[in-house]
């Protein structure tokens, strides 16, 4: 039988082991917080997000896709070049779907999708100062003439992705939100990607940018917007199919365009 002076000494050695594992921890991982159910650290001052599970086989390949250090250094598409104008005044994004259409070896043409795309024909009405106080929202399909023939704007990721589903049922890719190497990996793959920014492709001053009423609420728009065809890339440039002025493989500053894009709302439509 131990004697009454061991068991004391056991004790103590336990708890001083208890506490080092624990000093030992803390000096691991000195910003440790409790987990959420998915791992993300909370406390609280943090609005956790919980990840959202993928719930189709596509979305499945995107998150799959995220090692982009694989990415070629370059890629590039022969991919058509069709102009909006002088048809489409207001139609880069029709078009440059008209272009991605043609390089899947579909046949369509820019006229057809015009016809084809949701309108938003809410009434446009105008403050006594001239501005725009309310109309229709790009977000529910193509605001006013896509002619140019009397007002026009333009229309926004949804619609066109839906579009593209009414041609290729359960073809469309919208990626809008994700990461922008994930329209590179798409080029790299072999697919033409629909992007949104501004006609000058760089970043816009906040005086650029107006806001109106819609039945959904607020639309903040810039008349600067403009939609094109991603058709490659390199370490320093990307490479657009531009339907504005008909010029294929226009080069443009990669780091400028991807801010004009993050500023459009980093909408981006594909195939898949």
């Known amino acids: 039988m131990p004697s009454k002076t061991v068991v004391p000494a056991v004790m103590v050695l336990?708890?001083?082991?208890?506490?080092?594992?624990?000093?030992?921890?803390?000096?691991?991982?000195?910003?440790a917080r409790p987990l959420s159910a998915?791992?993300?650290?909370?406390?609280?001052?943090?609005?956790v997000k919980e990840p959202v599970a993928p719930t189709t086989r596509n979305e499945q390949a995107v998150i799959a896709s995220a090692d982009y250090s694989k990415l070629p250094a370059s890629a590039r598409l022969d991919v058509p070049i069709v102009s909006q104008l002088p048809e489409l005044f207001n139609g880069c994004e029709v078009t440059s779907l008209t272009m991605m259409l043609m390089f899947a070896g579909i046949d369509t043409d820019k006229m057809t999708l015009a016809r084809m795309i949701d309108k938003d024909t809410s009434n446009l009405i105008y403050n006594p100062d001239g501005s725009i106080l309310s109309w229709g929202n790009p977000h529910k399909g193509f605001v006013g003439d896509i002619t140019g023939n009397s007002k026009g704007f333009g229309v926004y990721h949804e619609?066109?992705?839906k579009l593209l589903n009414d041609i290729a049922p359960d073809q469309a890719l919208d990626l809008t939100g994700k990461p922008f190497e994930e329209a590179l990996v798409q080029v790299a793959a072999g697919k033409p990607v629909i992007l949104w920014v501004s006609s000058n492709f760089g970043p816009l001053q906040s005086d650029s940018w107006v806001t109106w009423n819609s039945k959904e609420g607020k639309v903040r728009i810039t008349w600067k917007e403009h939609a094109v065809v991603l058709t490659g890339?390199?370490?320093?440039?990307?490479?657009?199919?531009?339907?504005l002025d008909g010029t294929k493989d226009k080069k443009v500053n990669r780091e400028l365009f991807i801010q004009s894009w993050k500023q459009m709302g980093e909408q981006t439509v594909t195939f898949k």
């Open 233 to 243: 890339y390199d370490e320093k440039n990307l490479f657009i199919n531009d339907p």
């Open 38 to 47: 998915s791992g993300v650290p909370v406390d609280g001052n943090v609005d």
């Open 14 to 31: 336990i708890c001083l082991t208890v506490l080092a594992v624990y000093v030992v921890q803390s000096q691991w991982n000195p910003g």
């Open 159 to 161: 619609p066109i992705a």
